[in-house]
């Protein structure tokens, strides 16, 4: 099996949707498949992770230059007194939504224009059996149908977010963009030969809104955990000081941790823990999540720690007492953040304050975690905290139900439908 695979996201650029691409490179590499992978040239992103880049079992990694705003900021912005990152983190999100409405699909697009012209050289000079595609950006999309269209290849679309059925955030500013937007949408999906979805929830509405045939030719690839990622995982325990409450990731969008802190400062005031409540948070964050500290009233039990690597990230989560997953309240029932996989595999205890009618929740109930609050609702919050508190659970052995979801074997599984649709 030859695949022509395109992702803008791929190490060395941290984070899930780079994670979810190598691993998903990785374990077809595995079971046979050749891959020639086209990804972006340098960007400005929130972080990088370098030790990612050496577990790549990719044939051939063509790094394809771009002119999108984060290419432009990364190009331009060095030397010059102020670096980009620091304009990055320091721009308001508003602004960066208003970057992100110029654009007719996604701010991705002036990539587009030298990613054709490569995969169009690649699809011309090798013989490939389809072209698979990992969106968002979902710009990227737009290329592979209309190449899969001039050279009669199978196109598969990987699904990992929402695209015109992203509810709660309004990437496309006009009424008029986004219905331009949907129909892209339903006419790439309805010619794609496959879909692979991260959750059931995303799955689900595509088929109501778009396709009710695409259950035949679709599967739900989860972010999952990877077991090798834990084999010779040194161990760690929290500090016995402290009762420690760590977040690993970004804030954007709607996720807040406001009514969190708005929690922990009531529950210090009460002197409900016997230890200090301190809360780390692990990434690279914008300016509005560190205004958020900065008016939290509890700044001082907030401790920002940069970026690090993925395997530094998992040794690092075993040092709490309790693992931070946000999702708002106006999410699709579908979104469902890849760390909690991690989380769960961990067996670390988790605070989730998530939607209790969401996949995520439905997840964690699944594999025996308990402790559920809304994002918005200090209360809730509050109340879930002093049950963990009280209770001190402790870490425990990671949830028989969680080994469906293990990488390995889901790209075992995505890789055999594959197979087929190429025999087909």
Same mark, same amino acid.
């Given at each position: 099996?030859?695949?022509?695979?395109?992702?803008?996201?791929?190490?060395?650029?941290?984070?899930?949707?780079?994670?979810?691409?190598?691993?998903?490179?990785?374990?077809?590499?595995?079971?046979?498949?050749?891959?020639?992978?086209?990804?972006?040239?340098?960007?400005?992103?929130?972080?990088?992770?370098?030790?990612?880049?050496?577990?790549?079992?990719?044939?051939?990694?063509?790094?394809?230059?771009?002119?999108?705003?984060?290419?432009?900021?990364?190009?331009?912005?060095?030397?010059?007194?102020?670096?980009?990152?620091?304009?990055?983190?320091?721009?308001?999100?508003?602004?960066?939504?208003?970057?992100?409405?110029?654009?007719?699909?996604?701010?991705?697009?002036?990539?587009?224009?030298?990613?054709?012209?490569?995969?169009?050289?690649?699809?011309?000079?090798?013989?490939?059996?389809?072209?698979?595609?990992?969106?968002?950006?979902?710009?990227?999309?737009?290329?592979?149908?209309?190449?899969?269209?001039?050279?009669?290849?199978?196109?598969?679309?990987?699904?990992?977010?929402?695209?015109?059925?992203?509810?709660?955030?309004?990437?496309?500013?006009?009424?008029?963009?986004?219905?331009?937007?949907?129909?892209?949408?339903?006419?790439?999906?309805?010619?794609?030969?496959?879909?692979?979805?991260?959750?059931?929830?995303?799955?689900?509405?595509?088929?109501?809104?778009?396709?009710?045939?695409?259950?035949?030719?679709?599967?739900?690839?989860?972010?999952?955990?990877?077991?090798?990622?834990?084999?010779?995982?040194?161990?760690?325990?929290?500090?016995?000081?402290?009762?420690?409450?760590?977040?690993?990731?970004?804030?954007?969008?709607?996720?807040?941790?406001?009514? /969190?802190?708005?929690?922990? +400062? =009531?529950?210090?005031?009460?002197?409900? $823990?016997?230890?200090? #409540?301190?809360?780390? *948070?692990?990434?690279?964050?914008?300016?509005?999540?560190?205004?958020?500290?900065?008016?939290?009233?509890?700044?001082?039990?907030?401790?920002?720690?940069?970026?690090?690597?993925?395997?530094?990230?998992?040794?690092?989560?075993?040092?709490?007492?309790?693992?931070?997953?946000?999702?708002?309240?106006?999410?699709?029932?579908?979104?469902?953040?890849?760390?909690?996989?991690?989380?769960?595999?961990?067996?670390?205890?988790?605070?989730?304050?998530?939607?209790?009618?969401?996949?995520?929740?439905?997840? /964690?109930?699944?594999?025996? +975690? =308990?402790?559920?609050?809304?994002?918005? $609702?200090?209360?809730? #919050?509050?109340?879930? *905290?002093?049950?963990?508190?009280?209770?001190?659970?402790?870490?425990?052995?990671?949830?028989?139900?969680?080994?469906?979801?293990?990488?390995?074997?889901?790209?075992?599984?995505?890789?055999?439908?594959?197979?087929?649709?190429?025999?087909?």
């Amino acid at each position: 099996m030859n695949i022509l695979y395109i992702s803008y996201f791929y190490p060395p650029l941290g984070g899930p949707a780079s994670l979810r691409n190598l691993k998903s490179v990785k374990y077809l590499t595995e079971r046979g498949a050749k891959i020639t992978l086209l990804t972006v040239g340098q960007i400005q992103y929130s972080y990088e992770d370098e030790s990612l880049v050496q577990s790549s079992l990719a044939e051939r990694i063509i790094r394809v230059p771009s002119w999108d705003p984060m290419s432009l900021l990364r190009r331009f912005s060095r030397g010059e007194g102020t670096s980009s990152e620091a304009i990055y983190k320091k721009s308001p999100e508003r602004l960066k939504l208003f970057v992100r409405r110029l654009f007719m699909i996604d701010d991705k697009e002036l990539w587009l224009p030298n990613l054709f012209m490569r995969a169009y050289r690649e699809l011309k000079s090798e013989d490939y059996d389809m072209i698979y595609v990992s969106c968002g950006p979902f710009s990227s999309a737009l290329v592979a149908w209309i190449l899969g269209r001039i050279f009669g290849k199978k196109l598969v679309i990987d699904y990992r977010d929402y695209w015109t059925l992203l509810s709660d955030y309004d990437l496309f500013g006009s009424v008029l963009k986004r219905r331009l937007n949907r129909a892209l949408e339903r006419k790439i999906l309805r010619s794609a030969d496959f879909v692979v979805s991260a959750t059931s929830g995303i799955l689900d509405e595509l088929i109501s809104e778009f396709d009710p045939a695409l259950p035949s030719r679709s599967y739900v690839l989860y972010n999952g955990h990877d077991e090798e990622d834990y084999s010779g995982l040194p161990f760690a325990s929290p500090d016995e000081q402290y009762f420690t409450l760590s977040y690993f990731g970004a804030l954007y969008a709607r996720r807040s941790l406001k009514y /969190l802190y708005q929690a922990v +400062a =009531k529950l210090e005031e009460e002197n409900v $823990s016997q230890k200090p #409540i301190r809360i780390r *948070l692990y990434g690279s964050f914008n300016h509005d999540a560190m205004r958020e500290v900065e008016e939290s009233g509890i700044a001082d039990k907030i401790e920002i720690i940069p970026p690090m690597s993925h395997s530094e990230a998992l040794f690092e989560m075993q040092k709490s007492d309790a693992l931070i997953l946000i999702i708002n309240s106006s999410s699709p029932r579908g979104t469902l953040t890849s760390k909690v996989f991690e989380y769960l595999r961990l067996g670390v205890p988790i605070l989730a304050l998530v939607p209790k009618n969401n996949e995520a929740a439905e997840l /964690l109930v699944e594999c025996g +975690a =308990k402790y559920i609050a809304a994002m918005e $609702s200090m209360s809730s #919050i509050e109340a879930c *905290l002093k049950e963990m508190i009280g209770e001190n659970p402790g870490r425990q052995e990671p949830s028989a139900q969680l080994a469906k979801y293990e990488r390995r074997r889901q790209v075992g599984e995505l890789f055999e439908r594959l197979d087929e649709l190429v025999s087909s």
